[in-house]
């Protein structure tokens, strides 16, 4: 905003208050008024938004005690300040200034002639050059405050996070606030609750809460986007000669798989549609076989295993990774 737009335009007017008011009046007085013109509370009503931008303008310069000075001392110039041209003995007013300062006057220098002088006015009226800033100089003023953001955090279980659901926080200040838990969210994950952070201090939107999410781990399953993984143990026999097992499933019945003979630990038996659902697709259940050890095992068990052992091709497994690494 100009200085010229200072002059002509009576703020303290346009709030409806004194020009000795108070900063807590001037406050209250505000919030009042931009409740009621806000546009939020009159949609489509030009004349409101207007209303609301114009008493936005007024509080932005009289709630600022650096501009308000500047300002008061701007509009005292319209009351009977003069200035003179050294040398003329010319007498302006304040248009005259400005005409000078812009080219319609040329070359003339200005001395105020009422308290203060002229360079303190016009110094802290232009910021000594910073433009934009929120004491001293001009900007461009906007509404009101938004209300700061609040960070938070909630631990939730695997299954809520998977499926999704509606749970209840406990505010700072006692009241209740629901969030809904999307389906899949991960673990860490930040859900933005929108207008529920804190409230703005002149009328304007309040900010938000930033909700980290913290997932517990499951016993069983693990996420792996929006598919589920389980390790599914096999004995020796079950793997070298085949079986049909049963893998479990999240919150579900188990389904049973079959296990082809020879099948290696590591294999992926994919259940499909059995994983994380939410609305950008559905996930599978991945199955990873584990073959299983016995740590203990009977004479006759063990003697048994050595004549297995002894009728299988005499050929050592590692051979192909240890020609790799040597080569």
């Known amino acids: 905003m100009a200085s010229q737009d200072w002059f002509d335009k009576d703020f303290y007017k346009v709030l409806g208050v004194s020009k000795d008011v108070s900063e807590a009046e001037l406050k209250k007085t505000y919030r009042k008024l931009a409740r009621k013109y806000h546009p939020d509370s009159n949609p489509g009503d030009t004349a409101a938004e207007a209303k609301f931008k114009e008493i936005s303008e007024a509080y932005s310069v009289l709630s600022d005690p650096e501009e308000r000075k500047e300002y008061d001392q701007i509009r005292a110039m319209g009351s009977g300040a003069r200035f003179t041209a050294p040398g003329s003995g010319a007498q302006g007013g304040f248009d005259d200034v400005f005409g000078g300062m812009f080219g319609q006057g040329g070359q003339q220098q200005y001395t105020f002639q009422q308290g203060g002088g002229f360079d303190d006015v016009f110094g802290g009226l232009f910021g000594n050059g910073r433009f934009g800033q929120t004491s001293g100089g001009f900007r461009g003023y906007g509404g009101p405050t938004r209300g700061r953001d609040v960070t938070a955090h909630t631990t939730i279980d695997f299954v809520t996070a998977t499926r999704g659901e509606t749970i209840t926080l406990q505010a700072s200040d006692g009241k209740p606030i629901k969030v809904k838990i999307p389906a899949g969210v991960a673990d860490g994950q930040k859900i933005k609750l929108r207008g529920k952070g804190q409230p703005s201090p002149d009328g304007g939107e309040a900010g938000d809460i930033v909700l980290t999410v913290t997932v517990r781990k499951h016993p069983v399953f693990e996420r792996d986007g929006l598919n589920l993984r389980v390790n599914v143990p096999v004995t020796f026999a079950e793997a070298a ?87």
């Open 241 to 327: 000669l085949g079986a049909t097992i049963e893998v479990p499933t999240l919150g579900g019945d188990p389904v049973k798989l079959r296990v082809a003979p020879g099948t290696p630990s590591g294999r992926v038996l994919r259940v499909k549609g059995r994983g994380v659902e939410t609305g950008k697709g559905t996930g599978d259940l991945l199955a990873v076989v584990q073959v299983a050890v016995l740590s203990h095992l009977s004479g006759e068990a063990k003697q048994k295993l050595e004549e297995f052992a002894a009728t299988l091709p005499q050929e050592n497994p590692r051979d192909d990774i240890l020609a790799k690494a040597r080569s």
